[in-house]
């Protein structure tokens, strides 16, 4: 059993992007601010801080989370992959990415990370969505600049440009595989 | 915000949860999916001496089909259960429902027990809950029961629950050849509905209507549908006998009429 008294820090280890990382907290730190202040990586961004805005989200195995509504602790041992993760080491953009900028999907940039790893975690699971099925997904985020059309232009082309999602065509369309 | 501080426990077993809930009693919460409690939590308006983290116990994590009985353990989290294969053949409503739980993302990692442990008014879960007829199984150091759905949910975020049970399953009694529809509104889709409306027809005609968001707690009815009149004139009567309640997101007056104009759709998409 792990305990963890409220004025204790203790030592959170997990997988970042593929690396075994640890930092001290306290069970009170949300994963959101352990991975920006404790682990330097500050691609998650945070809105709302209560869930509603989705731009903190972040995957953990493998599945789409607020990581606002995660506390730190909760996260330990287990793999975690932010906006850090996507784009090659040459800083080549990935196909989401990439399609986000050739639609103009953003302008300050602020929902991007959220919306692109919930969809990361979403095309995987729904290579081929149809567009009510991507704006519903979509509806777990604000943003204030887009409008979100480009948004939803953008995640089409890159579901229907992937070659992984060509080869996936079998996998079927139901969005909640967990 | 940030919440305030709290000890954190996450037991490898469900008779430490129960040891440790007998020794904490109201001090304790309890964290599965957090979806409903971290909210809470950052925004301050809770202040626990315990978080008990239960989403690592595997026996908590199972859905069983068993006897014509779907039940759910309290690591279960929403999406889990959606993508249960057979769950559209199993309990029609559940699956229709359940796609209006919170976003793809919260629902990700919040669970169907925590949804309806947390009991806010107009949230799905508990609605379908009230509309299965099924029931809550608590556990304590003093035992077992299962209580059923409406003797669990007493009023806004108040339920049967003792400060030191906790909640190990709900019970969906299946019902595989029934015709549904569920409906809400929502400023946005996924946000928290200002009125939900459920309908389940038998196959001798009857149609039971549930709401959610008209009053401190799921409602349920059964309403004779003759004709399209004769419906409205039961919906139009029990929207006044709810009354609903004013809040910042729609008066008791706009609540009856959306009422009156969701039952009237769902009651004539079970009855085609």
Redesign the interface.
Do not use: C, W
């Given at each position: 059993m792990r305990a963890v008294k409220g004025d204790q820090k203790t030592r959170i280890a997990l997988t970042l992007n593929g690396r075994k990382l640890a930092a001290e907290a306290e069970p009170r730190l949300l994963l959101s601010d352990f991975l920006r202040h404790g682990l330097g990586a500050t691609g998650t961004h945070v809105g709302c801080e209560h869930g509603v805005c989705g731009a903190c989200t972040v995957l953990v195995d493998g599945v789409a989370v607020r990581s606002c509504l995660t506390l730190a602790v909760q996260a330990e041992g287990r793999e975690v992959r932010t906006v850090e993760s996507l784009a090659a080491p040459d800083g080549a953009l990935n196909p989401l990415q990439a399609a986000f900028r050739d639609h103009h999907a953003l302008q300050c940039g602020f929902c991007t990370p959220g919306i692109l790893m919930s969809f990361t975690d979403f095309l995987s699971r729904t290579p081929h969505p149809s567009e009510a099925q991507i704006r519903e997904v979509l509806s777990g985020h604000l943003c204030r600049c887009t409008g979100y059309a480009n948004i939803v232009a953008a995640i089409k082309e890159a579901a229907s440009s992937s070659p992984a999602s060509r080869s996936d065509a079998e996998e079927g369309d139901h969005p909640e595989r967990a | 915000?940030?919440?305030?501080?709290?000890?954190?426990?996450?037991?490898?077993t469900v008779d430490?949860v129960l040891a440790l809930l007998a020794e904490h009693g109201d001090e304790a919460r309890i964290?599965a999916g957090?979806?409903s409690l971290?909210?809470m939590?950052?925004?301050r308006l809770i202040d626990p001496?315990v978080?008990i983290?239960i989403?690592r116990i595997a026996e908590l994590d199972t859905i069983r089909s068993d006897g014509g009985v779907l039940e759910v353990g309290a690591a279960v989290?929403q999406?889990?259960l959606?993508?249960r294969p057979n769950l559209a053949q199993e309990s029609a409503l559940l699956a229709a429902g359940l796609?209006f739980v919170g976003?793809?993302?919260?629902?990700?990692?919040g669970t169907v027990c925590g949804s309806i442990a947390h009991a806010d008014p107009s949230s799905e879960l508990p609605l379908l809950l009230a509309m299965y007829g099924g029931e809550v199984v608590l556990h304590s150091q003093r035992g077992i029961r299962a209580v059923p759905a409406k003797d669990f949910h007493k009023d806004m975020l108040t339920t049967a629950r003792e400060p030191d049970e906790l909640i190990v399953a709900v019970r969906f009694p299946e019902r595989p050849r029934e015709r549904v529809a569920f409906r809400e509104i929502a400023r946005?889709?996924?946000?928290f509905a200002i009125i939900a409306v459920a309908a389940a027809a038998g196959a001798n005609g009857a149609v039971t209507l549930g709401v959610g968001g008209m009053a401190g707690r799921p409602v349920t009815r059964a309403v004779a549908v003759h004709d399209a009149a004769s419906a409205a004139d039961a919906i139009g009567q029990w929207a006044e006998e709810l009354e609903g309640y004013d809040d910042l997101h729609a008066s008791a007056t706009m609540r009856r009429d959306m009422l009156r104009k969701l039952a009237a759709n769902v009651v004539a998409e079970v009855a085609q």
């Open positions: - | 915000m940030k919440p305030r501080p709290f000890d954190y426990v996450r037991p490898d430490e964290l957090g979806q971290i909210p939590l950052n925004l001496a978080l983290d989403s989290t999406n889990k959606l993508a796609p976003h793809f993302q919260t629902r990700n990692k946005r889709h996924g946000d």
